[in-house]
C-alpha cells in the first residue's frame, strides 16, 4: 500500500470557516442554552450494525430513564429493547455475530466513592432472547446453599471489545490479577462462550499486560512486562507455541520501541512507530523475520498517529485518526467514493463512518460533527445514497448558537511551535475579549482536537475567548515536543501557556486585563503555577482536581493511596518530572503549596474526596495555605468523586460556579 500524508486540509477548512462567521453570526443571539444543554447525561451514546447490516443497535436514553440498549431491524424498522435496568444503565456493547451482543453496565446516578457493584458482563440476542449473565455485578458468584449455581467470570473481568470476524457465540475477556503489593501483576484473557457462560483461561507466556486477537479471533499476540521490559510474544499458528517477537524498555522511548495496533485479515501485523523526523507513523511489521518495514503505510509530518485502523472481513479499509482534527483516510477506492458522497450531502461536518463486519452490506454508520456541531449519528445507504438520522449527542445544542474554533500555532519564548485551540464567543466582535486559558491534563497527553466540545463551548457562549495550548510536553506533536516538556512543570511547560496569552494580547483579541486561567490535574497545577508566575497576567484562577505540590505525586501520605504504581513512581517521573532528592530545590520553586503566599488572586479549588489519582489532601492543603493570606479562595467538594465530576448533577452545579465566578472577576459583573 503507498504512504499517505494528510494534514492541512482539515487546519485549512477551520480557519476559513472563523474567517467567515462573523457575516453570519453578526445578529444578537438568542440566551445561550443552559449548564445542562452542555453538561447534562446525553440522551445518545453509541450506535453499531451487526456484522450483515441487517440490524443496528443503539445505546440511548429518556428523561429520568437509565441507558437502555435497543435493536432496530433495518428491514422491517421495528425496534425491541433487548437491556433495561432499574438500578444500572448500560454502557459498553458490541455484537459478535449477527445474531448475539454482549454489553455491561454501570450506574451513572452513584459517583466512584459510592459505587457497590462492578460492571459485569452479559449476553443478548438482537430479539432479547437468550439473556445469560457472564460475570456477576455483586463481588461473589451466585450460589444456593452451598453449591455455586454456576461459576461466573471474575468481577474484575472487563470486555475485550474483539471484533466479530467469524461467526461463533464465543467472546473475550480480560481479567486483571493483582500481586502481593496490590498492584497489577498481569492480565488475563479469558475465552467466554455467550450462550453456556463456560469459559476458559488462555495460557499465557508471562506477566501479561496486553492481548490482541488475529482476524479469525484467536489470541495471537501478547504484551508482557518484566525487569522494566516490555516483550511482544507472538503465538505462532504453525507450532501453537509463544514465541518473542521484539523487546524494548517499558518506561523509555528507543527505536526498537513499537506498538501494535491490528492484525490484518491475511496476518499482517500493523504497528506504529517513530521515525526520523521523530513522529509515529503506521507501519506493517513482519512476524516471520520480526522486521519493521521502515516505509509507512501512513504518516502525517507534524503530528503523531494516533486512531485505529477501519477493517472489515475482507481488507484493511483506511484508518481513523486525528491530526488537527479526526477523520477518515482510505485505503480503498470504494470508501473514498462514499465518503465523498457523503460529504456531499453533509457539506458542512466531518463525517466519520463506520460499516459492518461484511463488506456486501451497502450501510454505514456515520459520526458528523463541526466546531459548532456536537456529534449527529446518521445511517448511511451507499446504494440508494439516502441519508436518515439515528441520534444526536446533544439534542439541546443549537449550532447558530456556538463559537467558532480555530486550529493555529504560536511561537513560544524559546522559538518552540505551540499548537493551539482558539475558541471565540458566537457573533462577538474579534477584539479586546476575556479570555479563558483551559489547560489541559495529563500532561504526557494529547489535548482536544478541532471539534464540539462542551467546556470551551460553554465558556463561548458565555461571551469568553477560550485558548487551549498544547504546551511542551504534551504528545500528539512529536518526541521533540514532548521531550521539551521533560522536568519542565512550573518553568518551560509554564512559559508556553503564558506565551500564549501574550500572543493572544498582540493579535488584539484579548483585553489583557480580563484574563483567567483554569485546568483539571495537571491543568490545575499549572493554573496554581500561572497565579504564581504571572500574577500580573491572570486575573483569577479555577484548578479542579489539580496538582498542588510535586513531591506529593511520589508520596500522598500515609492516609492516602494512589492508583500511581511503583515502578511509574521509581522509574518514569524521575524522567519526566525530576527526582524528589537530586531535585528537591526545583520542586519546591515550582510547588505551588510552598509558593502559596503568592497567590493574591481570586481562586475556585474543587476536588472529588475519592480521588486516587490527585488525593483530595492536595486540595485541602493548598486551599489552607493561600487563605493564611488570601480570603479570595472558593472551595468546592464533592465527596463521593474521583478524579472528575462522574455524576451530572454535580457537573452542572461546578460549571454553574465556574460562570458566576467568571463573571464576577473577568466577565460582565467585574468591576474593572
Known sequence: MPAFTRVLARATFAALVLVASPLTLAQTPPAPPPVSAFFGNAPFGDARLSPSGRHLAVRASAPGKRDFLTVIDLETNSAKIVAHYNDADVRNFYWINDRRLVFDTHDKGVGPGDQRFMPGMYAVDFDGGRFIELASRNLVNKSTGTRIVRRLLPPSSEMAGNTPWVDSDDTYALAAVGDTRNELSHIDLLQVNT??????????????????????????????????TTTLQYLDPVTNKWRELTSFPTFKETAATIEPVAFGPTGTLFVTARGKAGTTAMHTFDVNTGKLDPQPLLSAPGYDIDGELVINRDKVLGMQFRTDAVSNEWFDAGMKAIQQDVDKLLPTTVNLMSGPARGDSPLLVVTAYSDVVAPVFFLYNSKTKSLNKVGEARPGIDPTQMGRQQFLRYKARDGLDIPALLTLPPGAKRTGLPLVVMVHGGPWVR???????????????????????????????????????????????????????????????????????????????STLMGLVNDPDMFRCGISFVGVTDIGLLFDNGAHFSSDTSRDVKQH?????????????????????????ARITQPLLLAYGGVDRRVPINHGTALRDAVMRTNKQVEWIEYPEEGHGWALEKNRIDFWGRVEKFLDKNIGSGAVR
Not at 519542565?488 to 503564558?498: C, F, P, R, S, Y
Open 195 to 228: 450462550v453456556s457462560g463456560q469459559y476458559k483461561t488462555v495460557p499465557r507466556p508471562g506477566a501479561t499486560r496486553g492481548w490482541l486477537l488475529d482476524h479469525k479471533g484467536e489470541p495471537r499476540l501478547a504484551i508482557t512486562y518484566k525487569d522494566l
Open 447 to 525: 489535548g482536544k482536537s478541532w471539534g464540539w466540545a462542551p467546556d470551551s463551548q460553554f465558556l463561548a457562549t458565555r461571551g469568553y475567548a477560550v485558548l487551549e495550548p498544547e504546551f511542551r510536553g504534551s504528545t500528539g506533536f512529536g518526541s521533540r515536543h514532548e521531550r521539551a516538556g521533560y522536568k519542565q512543570w512550573g518553568l518551560a511547560m509554564q512559559n508556553d501557556i503564558a506565551d500564549g496569552v501574550r500572543w493572544a494580547v498582540d493579535k488584539g483579541l484579548v483585553d489583557p486585563k480580563r484574563v483567567c486561567i483554569a485546568g483539571a490535574s495537571y491543568g490545575g497545577y
Open 572 to 596: 518514569s517521573l524521575p524522567e519526566r518530572i525530576g527526582d524528589p532528592v537530586k531535585d528537591a530545590d526545583q520542586f519546591k520553586a515550582t510547588s505551588p503549596l510552598r509558593q502559596a
